[in-house]
């Protein structure tokens, strides 16, 4: 009995010369390599991802501790008064910016793992209906 390779090969010769093109992948959406390229970016930046994500929390977490230390450090007597010097501080602008740093980071991260699913998504659905 004829492999599953084998009788998509025999079934494509039989088609005209587009519906080959189409099949063989030169007309393909995503092609073999693209997925291949798609896969290892996903394994060798999974660590990347994952340290993105940690920085992230931690500078959240800074900031919030940055917030305290500089309310319990102001000489305010209101606390509106307090709340106002810990945002016009430099040193809360700073964490603040590591934050936001750090969220586009993860976010950069996180869409370019989408859009690799996404083309491997992409693939196995035209792979499937090119089986048919």
């Known amino acids: ?3 599953i ?3 998509a090969k025999a079934g ?3 088609m005209a010369p587009a519906e080959q093109a189409e099949h063989t992948g030169r007309n393909r959406l995503v092609t073999d390599d693209e997925v291949g390229d798609a896969l290892r970016w996903l394994a060798s930046n999974a660590r990347e991802i994952g340290e993105a994500r ?3 929390v ?3 977490h800074l900031l919030k501790h940055t917030e305290a230390l500089l309310y319990l450090a102001s000489e305010e007597k209101t606390v509106d008064g307090k709340k106002a010097g810990v945002k016009a501080s430099q040193r809360w602008l700073d964490s603040a910016e590591e934050e936001a740093v750090a969220a586009g980071e ?7 793992r989408e ?3 996404a ?3 992409a693939w196995r659905t035209e792979s499937a209906s090119l089986r048919k």
């Open 1 to 3: 009995m004829a492999t």
């Open 119 to 121: 083309r491997i998504e």
């Open 5 to 7: 390779s084998e009788r």
């Open 58 to 60: 931690r500078s959240g």
């Open 12 to 14: 494509i010769k039989q």
């Open 54 to 56: 940690a920085r992230l």
């Open 115 to 117: 859009a690799a699913m």
């Open 106 to 112: 993860f976010e950069k991260m996180r869409a370019l």
